[in-house]
């Protein structure tokens, strides 16, 4: 890598820092219906606003020693370790697309991605603004940057953006309609569909299946070692959007390139 790579890779990792910031801020007020913008940042316990210095994204915590500055309450990990991930996950996007337009719509997806994801590992939804918004922004920028779906036609980014959404949407809906007849009660959370609709609509349909197994992968995983350690039942219900979320994310950082590697392999197994 030349300086110059360096220097924008520096850029873009201080950059995703700093919104990583604004995510724990969305996170905590979205569910509670409170305006993201006002009032300014402010301890939850005292509720003195910070100075701008214990705002520093990452290492404002560390100077702080993890703990307010007024009332000495101790502050979560989870607010320096959500600006770390953001961080790191925007300079992952930046080294797969440098200097590419497609590196702006995949950027919003994955700040939507956490967002919605740590929503619904705490509150089991996911925001209409992360999944509706991601339904209807995922077309308006695959028109804009029709590279997104590998064409170079602003109409046919467009139409390769809606049959992603349907089939992103449609596969989630009928999982979820059967599994409701079958089971009786709801098999899956329509946040998930409405989701994977908005995935369909930024990665394409050819992300669908990939998406799906490899959610349907972890989240079985996981879901059998919380069983087997006892933090949860048979019955428990488990938040499925950071599934589905890691796997879009691992798709859009070159899984597409993984997935064929395994059919691959699969046919020549099968041969």
């Known amino acids: 890598m030349t300086f110059v790579d360096w220097y924008f890779t520096f850029v873009v990792f201080v950059f995703g820092a700093c919104w990583g910031s604004f995510l724990n801020v969305c996170i905590y007020r979205i569910p509670a219906e409170l305006s993201v913008v006002k009032p300014r940042s402010r301890c939850p316990k005292c509720m003195t606003n910070l100075a701008w210095k214990d705002n520093i994204p990452i290492f404002g915590w560390i100077f702080l020693g993890g703990k307010c500055r007024y009332c000495k309450a101790p502050i979560s990990a989870r607010y320096p370790s959500i600006e770390l991930l953001t961080a790191i996950l ?118 669908i299946i990939f998406i799906v197994f490899v959610s349907s992968l972890l989240g079985t995983i996981v879901g059998c070692s919380l069983i087997a350690v006892g933090k949860k039942e048979l019955q428990s219900k488990i938040p499925f959007g950071p599934y589905i979320s890691l796997a879009a994310i691992v798709w859009a950082l070159g899984g597409s390139a993984l997935w064929e590697l395994y059919v691959n392999w699969i046919r020549g197994a099968a041969y």
């Not at 590279?147 to 390769?160: K, T």
């Not at 992603?164 to 946040?191: E, R």
């Open 90 to 207: 925007f300079t992952l996007v930046w080294i797969t697309h440098p200097f590419q337009l497609l590196a702006i719509p995949y950027l919003v997806m994955v700040f939507g991605l956490i967002l919605g994801s740590m929503v619904d590992y705490d509150e089991m939804w996911i925001p209409d603004r992360c999944t509706i918004g991601g339904m209807i922004i995922g077309p308006v920028f695959s028109f804009l940057i029709p590279a997104m779906h590998g064409q170079e036609s602003p109409l046919w980014g467009l139409i390769y953006s809606l049959i992603g959404l349907a089939v992103g949407f449609g596969s989630l809906w009928s999982v979820a309609v059967l599994g409701k007849l079958i089971l009786k009660k709801d098999a899956m959370g329509f946040g998930d569909v409405k989701l994977l609709g908005a995935l369909g609509a930024f990665l394409g349909w050819e992300s």
